[in-house]
Structures are given as C-alpha cells and as structure tokens.
C-alpha cells in the first residue's frame, strides 16, 4: 500500500485558485432572469488551474447557471469538442435530477472527461476540481462547499475536553467548539492520497459550519484509469455552533 499526505497550505493555495477561476463573468452579477441559462463562462479556465489534470481528446465544457431569486447554481458538462450552444429550453428532458439542469445532447458529467497524469497529486486535484466545479454559480442558499475547510489538525478539544473555547480560535485552521464524537479520534487528518493495488483513495477531513457544526471525513474512491470518484463520508464528530443562511 502506498499512502501520501499533503501540506494543507498547498491544498489551500490550488482551491484559492480554483475558487477565483470559477466565478461567474460580470454580465452575470447583479440581476439576471429567473431559471437556467447558458452561461457565457469559460470553465476551460477552472481546468487550466489544474496542472496535473486535462480534458480528454474530443471533449470541450459547456456551463448552465441558474437564478433563483438571490439563490444560484450551476453546472458544466464534457460535451463532444466545437459544439453548438444549445439553450436550456432546447435541452431534451432529463431524468429526476436535482434542480432539472439543462443537458446537452452529447454531454456527460465533468469528471468523466477528465484525464490526468497519473501522479497522487493528480487525484487530490481530481478530488478538489469536482467540489469547486459543482459549486460553479452558487450563490447564498445554492452555496455548500465554499463554506467548508479541509483540515489538517484535529479541533480543539479533540484531546482535552476541558480547553476552554475562545472566539478567536474559531478562525483557526482548526475550530473550537464542544464536540461531540462519534466514534475515536483519527490519527491522520492531513489531506492524504491512498493507494492500494489498481484502486486510488483520497481521503479529506472536512469542517462544515452550516447548520449542525460538524467534522466529516470525506473518501473519494477512484477505479483503474479514471478520475470520475464515488464518495463516501462518515460524520466524526458534530458541535455546538453553526449557522443557517
């Protein structure tokens, strides 16, 4: 078994990036028609950001964004490479799918037009584009990942129950709060690439504020020659904070 942590610095740095390259262009800030629209946004510049990771031969990127009130979304499909834009009223019907997207025809899901070069970094960069491409357009309630921190120390109090709590710990890296466990402590927190025969882990521990304050470590599992992950998250522990929008 082969197993790599990274320095959460750099992991912060690349999601820094990521998060500026995935905003939404200035014609779309401020008011915009209600419901889906074909968004003018490059998201071939999200995927520039990436390094280690590049879109398949054939393949170009489509993004939809959503109005909602004050409330955003959006999504970025692989299309087949030159397409034509299709608006969302002629996008064939889809399946039960959250907020009904728009698809073109042709399109499928981001992460299953993405190649890489193999390396740990690589699937950690895979494990970071996904979050921060799902969150493209987000906006107040549409927001769920950019409020959340990948760890790489356990909380305060994890160890002594009796630290007490100041308000300026809470901007740390790692928070304070009266936590509740539910199971050990891990040992490893720091952002940590796995692997073991064909099969390619990257395991994150995640602090997320909203609602019931929690810590969830998040296990992005990806098979033999592809970066397209299936996840699975375990709650470590919840708190007494927290915030709805």
Known sequence: MKSISFPIARVDRLRRVAERARELPD?????????????????????????????????????????????????????????????PEECPDLPVMWLDPPKPPGAVPLMQAIEGDGSPWSYLSASILRREAAEFGASWHGCDWSPQKILSEPPRQADDQDVPVREEDRAGEAPASDWTWRGPVPKTWEPTYVERDSTKR????????????????????????????????????????????
């Open 27 to 87: 014609e779309h800030r401020g008011p915009s028609p209600e419901g889906w629209f074909a968004s003018a946004y490059d998201a071939h510049d999200l995927i520039r950001v990436f390094d280690t990771l590049r879109l398949k031969a054939g393949f170009a990127l489509q993004a939809y964004a959503l109005n909602e009130g004050m409330d955003g979304n959006g999504i970025i499909w692989g299309v087949p490479a030159e397409p034509s834009l299709v608006a």
């Open 202 to 245: 990257v395991v994150l521990h995640i602090y997320n504020p909203v609602g019931e304050e929690q810590i969830y470590r998040a296990t992005d599992t990806y098979p033999a020659d592809s970066y397209d992950c299936t996840t699975r998250t375990r709650v470590l522990c919840t708190g007494s904070g927290g915030f709805i929008y």
